[in-house]
């Protein structure tokens, strides 16, 4: 093996090491409500037969979740043994470590609140992203079909061609989340909601940001502190801190933020 190469690989190795690293920092308060789980006791010896700490991570997020002891149990079947490269490419749909091009974006022009519904869940709960990117069917062919079950869902009484509400999203992600509207033209408006925000994405919530220009026209998802965004059109992109009060978002599509979808707590799963 040449020295360059041995270089690469090292390097490869130390990217991914620092990535995990900073995931798990974010991780670290949304894993804590494991601990608050009726079923964390129940699946300790699933825990115990965990083959990595990555695939017990796994495993906790998915008790963080809400997800059953049978659907915990089955789950760690489907993973047990799998290397952490394999447990990150199935369960892991964006890096927030990573800002750039990602291969999921939405399918039409309405189904952006649909795609950061499919995120959110997808971030939280990794027995619904193996869900995704498991099985026989194509991955894209999945993520469709899940993208239009969710628009379809979202918009009983809404018109399809306005996309989703702001509680449809917050109906979708459970009872813990609820929305409000924010005034793009007061300035403690717009801190206001970048520091509830940045607190939910702090205790481990993404939080949908719907933004536009005249009206309400598109929803990106926060999902890191430092301003880390996942645009439904397929990128992951950090905005400025500056940029974000000064009601320029302009990074992402349209210029200003006009309403965001919070957990009405943080201490719960549900």
Known sequence: ???????????????????????????????????????????????????????????????????????ITAFADQIRGRSDYWLDGHLRLVDPAVPGTVPIAQSTPTTCGSVSILMTRALLDPVYALSLTAGDVPFAARLAAEERRIHDATNLLWPQRFGTSPWGVAGALGRAYDWRLVDDTDPRSIAAALRDAVAAVRAGHPVPVLIGDGYPRHYVLLIGPE????????????????????????????????????????????
């Open 1 to 71: 093996m040449s020295q360059l190469t041995t270089l690469l690989r090292r390097s490869w190795v130390l990217r991914a090491f620092f990535r995990r690293a900073a995931l798990a920092a974010r991780l670290t308060p949304w894993l804590a409500l494991a601990d608050l789980s009726p079923v964390r006791s129940a699946v300790e010896p699933v825990l115990a037969r965990a083959g990595s700490d990555e695939e017990r991570r796994y495993l906790l997020l998915a008790v963080a979740a809400g997800r059953t002891v049978e659907e």
């Open 227 to 270: 301003l880390t965004f996942y645009n439904p059109s397929g990128e992951v992109v950090i905005v400025p801190p500056e940029a974000f009060l000064a009601g320029d978002l302009g990074i992402l599509g349209f210029q200003h933020v006009q309403g965001i979808v919070l957990p009405a707590r943080t201490d719960r799963i549900h």
